[in-house]
């Protein structure tokens, strides 16, 4: 039997025609009425009532419908049982990061881990943190490092995921300097000139944060968002260039603060404090990755 005809057969079951069927799959009606009727004889039933208008299922038509629903349903399912069937027996820990984490504190924490405990290969995807969120609940990668805060909940909030706190961080507004050092632009809630600013986009997990926490705040300041991007590298490239002030992690930022390239543009009141978590799924992970949680509890546990 060719699965094809399946598909074949709910296309007929849906549309009760003929012709339109066979449009439906791509097909002259010639060669779609021959394919039904192979897989009648290969069943030795008839599958539908042909003396109808429009066309029905005979009742042995009827139970095979949900039959083929089933198998095409059980086959689509295969690809994926088998890279779950491949993940198990593999060492391999997969993670996805959002871009800021993967460029600074990802590594760093990471070589402090493994001064503990030997860690296998590991396979890293880096991206927005709506993405990032999507590739778990997908069940692409095991870990997802990201910054949180209370006040801006992830999709991950839910008991299906196990969160775990590792760091702290610091969205600080920042950018460039005059001549003399000072702010080129400065924050205030009672602004009597706009500001512009370098936000992030939507899908930006540090927009979240800033968007959640400061919202009210910025609306007051009179900021006027002048450029928008979804990366805080690019931001800091533009905030190094004079265009506006952004909020940057102090873990992107420390070189730049600390040569006065990046000056920081508010009151310690504009600063807004975050955790970095790290992600996994309730469920049983393979046995490589639940040893490397379990090293990444007893490292938080020594160093707090």
């Not at 504190?105 to 296998?120: D, K, M, N, V």
């Not at 590739?135 to 775990?164: E, I, N």
Request: one cysteine or more; charged letters at 20%; glycine letters at 6%.
């Amino acid at each position: 039997m060719n699965l094809s005809w399946l598909e074949d057969f709910q296309a007929l079951a849906t549309s009760g025609n003929f012709s339109r069927a066979a449009q439906d799959r791509h097909m002259t009606q010639p060669a779609f009425s021959r394919r039904i009727r192979a897989l009648e004889e290969w069943l030795g039933v008839e599958l539908f009532d042909r003396s109808t208008h429009p066309i029905t299922l005979t009742e042995t038509g009827a139970w095979f419908r949900e039959t083929a629903q089933e198998i095409l349903g059980r086959v689509a399912r295969v690809p994926d049982e088998a890279r779950a069937v491949a993940a198990a027996g593999s060492a391999t820990l997969r993670f996805a990061a959002t871009h800021a984490l993967s460029l600074t504190f990802l590594p760093q924490w990471l070589r402090g881990l493994e001064s503990r405990t030997p860690i296998g290969p590991i396979q890293l995807v880096s991206d927005m943190l709506q993405q990032c969120e999507a590739w778990m609940q997908q069940g692409r990668v095991q870990f997802l490092l990201c910054h949180t805060h209370a006040q801006a909940p992830s999709r991950l909030d839910t008991p299906a995921y196990q969160a775990l706190t590792i760091g702290s961080d610091t969205l600080v507004p920042v950018c460039s300097p005059d001549r003399a050092g000072r702010p080129r632009h400065t924050l205030s809630e009672h602004a009597n000139h706009t500001v512009p600013m370098l936000t992030y986009s939507i899908e930006s997990g540090l927009g979240r944060l800033i968007h959640a926490r400061l919202g009210a705040a910025l609306q007051q300041a009179r900021v006027e968002p002048v450029f928008t991007a979804h990366l805080a590298t690019v931001l800091k490239n533009m905030a190094l260039d004079g265009r506006g002030i952004t909020w940057l992690p102090h873990s992107l930022i420390e070189t730049e603060i600390q040569d006065g390239r990046l000056v920081e543009a508010g009151s310690a009141d504009w600063r807004v404090s975050t955790d970095i978590c790290l992600y996994r799924p309730t469920t049983t992970l393979t046995p490589a990755a639940e040893a490397f949680w379990q090293a990444a509890i007893a490292a938080h546990a020594t160093s707090t």
